[in-house]
C-alpha cells in the first residue's frame, strides 16, 4: 500500500504513565513490552483501511516531555485527531484529563473539528478506579468519543484508532478527498 486516500495526524495525550506509549506500540507493532514502552520515538506511521478508504496515520508520541507539562503548541498542531489517555486504575489521571489535557488540546488545536477519543487505559488491571460509566460521562459532556483499552491484551487498541478514523472521515473539514 503506497498510495493512500487521506493523510492524517494523531497525537497522544494524557499523564505520564498511563499506557500512551504501549498504546501506540500495540497499534503500530502489536507488541507489548514492560520495560521499555516510553521510547524516544517522536511518532510512528501506520497504514490502515476503513470502509474501504486507504489512510496513512502519522501518530505522534510525547517522548516523556509531558512529565514536565510541556507539550509545546507545535505538538498540537494541524491535528486531525487526538487520544486522551487515562489509566482506569489511577483515578487522578482521569481528573487530570478534565482540567488539564482537555483544555489544553482546545487551546491549541488549530482545527476547530479536531476528533477527541477519550481512552480509559490498563483495563485489564483489578483494581479499577474510574467505572466506565464515568468515562462515558467526560466524553459526552466534552464531545469526544470513549472507549476502553489494554496495550497488554491489546483490547479495544485497534478500535480506538479506527473509530476515531472513521469520525474524521465523516468529517468533511479534516478530509482531502
Ligand atoms: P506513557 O508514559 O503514557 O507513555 O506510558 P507507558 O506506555 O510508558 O506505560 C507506563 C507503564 O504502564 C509501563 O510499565 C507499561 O508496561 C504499563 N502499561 C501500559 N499499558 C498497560 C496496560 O494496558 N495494562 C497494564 N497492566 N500495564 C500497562
Ligand atoms: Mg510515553
Known sequence: MNSYDE????????DSGV?????????TDD????????IGVDFKVKALEVDGRR???????????ERFRTLTSAYYR??????????????????NLASVWLPEVNQYSTRPEVIKMIVGNKLDLA????SSADGDALARRNGCLFIESSARTAAGVRQCFEELVR?????PQLCAS
Do not use: M
Open 7 to 14: 493523510q492524517f495526524k494523531v497525537l497522544l495525550c494524557g
Open 55 to 65: 489512510v496513512k496515520i502519522t501518530a505522534w508520541d510525547t517522548a516523556g516531555q
Open 19 to 27: 499506557g500512551k506509549s504501549s498504546i501506540l506500540l500495540r497499534f
Open 31 to 38: 507488541v507489548f513490552d514492560d520495560v521499555a514502552p516510553t
Open 127 to 130: 483494581n479499577r478506579e474510574v
Open 167 to 171: 469520525k474524521v472521515l465523516d468529517t
Open 78 to 95: 494541524g491535528a486531525h485527531g487526538v487520544v486522551l489517555v487515562y489509566d482506569v486504575s489511577k483515578r487522578e489521571t482521569f481528573d
